[in-house]
């Protein structure tokens, strides 16, 4: 049982590039989330998805794509770099709530850097 | 003024003492409260959910007061493995979950 693992660990690409993150849990969980993480901030989230097929914006959604098409897998896209999005990005899943929050499970993270 | 404020620290503290983080949130109708802990460069991972009533795990003591808008934690006989970062994680209803930007604990022998 793997939990919740991203790919890649790390990454560095040029401003105007794109690339893709891919996060994969095993949990069966329904929710998955996108978070990034900046130094003096808490984490922020990006976008999140309630179930297969499903998307939602977050908190800083701009410059960024998901995509949710098997449940166990959730993409984060960047389709053309910044040098703002330089970031800790992690993914999380957790299990459907009924209203109250129930514990996200965090991945180790992907460390990106655009220069 | 953010959603959720913490002390970023660091707290330096030899081993064994007590210490405690305070965390003040903003929206009064927030419903559920918790604790994260985030080692250096890992994942944060669940510490432990702040009850109305309060919770106990071990050492570790988590309280809400509502009518001022913090909870806290404290962590008593203070052990070099505590040293870690811990999140405040406010749920103000539905996905809108908001993460402190954490406080930094340094634990000493």
């Known amino acids: 049982n793997a939990g919740v693992t991203q790919t890649p660990k790390f990454r560095v690409l040029k401003t105007g590039q794109s690339m893709t993150l891919l996060c994969a849990q095993d949990?069966?969980?329904?929710?998955m989330y996108w978070y990034r993480q900046d130094p003096g901030m808490g984490l922020r989230l990006i976008h999140y998805?309630?179930?297969?097929?499903?998307?939602a914006k977050g908190e800083v959604p701009d410059g960024y794509n998901v995509s949710r098409l098997k449940k166990q897998n959730f993409l984060l896209g960047l389709e053309s770099a910044a040098p703002s999005q330089t970031s800790v990005y992690f993914c999380?899943?957790?299990?459907?709530?009924?209203?109250?929050?129930?514990?996200?499970?965090f991945g180790p993270g992907t460390r990106l850097t655009v220069t | 003024r953010k959603e959720v404020e913490q002390d970023p620290g660091p707290f330096n503290v030899p081993e064994g003492a007590t210490v405690a983080f305070n965390c003040t949130y903003s929206?009064?109708?927030?419903?559920?409260f918790f604790w994260y802990r985030q080692d250096c460069r890992k994942e944060p991972k669940l510490l432990m959910s702040v009850y109305s009533s309060g919770n106990e795990d071990g050492r570790f003591t988590a309280q809400l007061n509502r009518a001022s808008q913090y909870i806290s934690l404290l962590i008593r006989d203070s052990k070099l493995s505590d040293s870690a970062t811990y999140l405040c994680v406010v749920n103000p209803g539905g996905f809108k979950t908001i993460f402190g930007a954490g406080t930094r604990l340094f634990v000493k022998a």
């Open positions: 929206n009064s109708a927030s419903q559920s």
């Open positions: 999380a899943s957790s299990r459907a709530t009924s209203g109250t929050f129930n514990e996200q499970y």
């Open positions: 998805s309630v179930g297969e097929g499903t998307t």
């Open positions: 949990m069966n969980h329904e929710y």
